[in-house]
């Protein structure tokens, strides 16, 4: 069974920086693409960015692109999303997912962690 657990959400203001974490378990993931998404209050949850495990292959909302960086340590089965510049329109809980790279939709959800940004 897998376990995503996200930590490093916390309160900031604009134009600083958070990392977050999410630790993964319950498997062997080298088949899996991890990802990043946010739904910020009344809003529909969105993609925010991913990565293949096996390649480190990336991909970005481009809303985040050139702020966020999502990065793996396999060593640790551990996901980070460092963001930088980070703007109000961040606000959001942040989630970690993770699907089987040969399939479409993501599967596995952590609890969320919350991102305020401070104007």
């Known amino acids: 069974q897998v376990q995503l657990v996200e930590s490093g959400g916390g309160l900031v203001q604009a134009g600083g920086s958070l990392r977050l974490s999410c630790a993964a378990s319950g498997r062997t993931f080298s088949n899996y693409r991890m990802g990043w998404f946010r739904q910020a209050p009344g809003k529909e949850r969105e993609f925010v960015c991913s990565i293949t495990w096996r390649g480190g292959i990336t991909n970005y909302a481009d809303s985040v692109k050139g702020r966020f960086t999502i990065s793996r340590d396999s060593a640790k089965n551990t996901v980070y999303l460092q963001m930088n510049s980070l703007k109000p329109e961040d606000t959001a809980v942040y989630y970690c997912?993770?699907?089987?790279?040969?399939?479409?939709?993501?599967?596995?959800w952590g609890q969320g962690t919350q991102v305020t940004v401070s104007s």
């Open positions: 997912a993770a699907r089987l790279v040969s399939t479409s939709e993501y599967d596995n």
